[in-house]
């Protein structure tokens, strides 16, 4: 498969030749859902607690007589069913929300979603990316110059160095991860990739 590569100036001036393997792949929704999923639920931590029946400071005493009372059957005050009671499965801080994917899934799930960009024409592979000077107008005239108004962009380089990484701070649309940072849920939410030639042969690499 050949894909275009474009300058700073936002004209195609190579191609490049990339993997039908990563790039070329079927859309799987099932997997791109299951890979999604598990990577947000590997991300979340618990952070809420609440008391069970044997936590409650209320009385084991029996509210009222079991016979007699024309009332329902009551045993203790610290019933789930009454308000202010215990929960009956409560929330713990020792939660453990992890899901596991094997690690050939996550790799097919990260290559049907390139593929998936391909085809869809969000994914932007650039020559290179760099900054004279660590100013957030050069970065927002540069993607300007590449055909990024005002549309959220994910940019996936090689290595971060610091001009790029402070000029994209106070955009709050644009994202910069390095090749092996780049996750499911980045590829799925933003609307454009823009992926530099070093990363896209690191990703090759990292995803073959």
Known sequence: ???????????????????DELFGRDYNEALIHQVVIAYQANARFSNSKQKGRSEIAKSTRKPWAQKGTGR???????????????????NSPDENYTQKVNRKMYRAGLASI???????NRLTVVDSLTLEAPK????????????FD??????????????LYLSSRNLPNVLVLEA?????????????????????????????
């Open 114 to 120: 390139f593929s998936q960009l391909v085809r869809e």
């Open 1 to 19: 498969m050949e894909l275009k590569v474009i300058d700073g100036k936002g004209q195609v001036s190579a191609s490049m030749s990339a993997s």
């Open 72 to 90: 329902a059957r009551a045993g203790m005050a610290s019933s789930p069913l009454w308000r202010g009671g215990g929960k009956i499965f409560p």
């Open 136 to 147: 957030t107008r050069l970065l927002a005239k540069k993607m300007l110059d590449m055909g």
């Open 180 to 208: 092996h940072q780049a996750d499911p849920v980045s590829l799925v939410h933003f609307p454009k990739v823009l992926v530099t030639l070093d990363a896209m042969r690191k990703i090759e690499e990292m995803l073959a």
């Open 150 to 163: 005002s549309s959220r962009v994910l940019i996936i380089v090689n290595d971060i160095d610091d001009n």
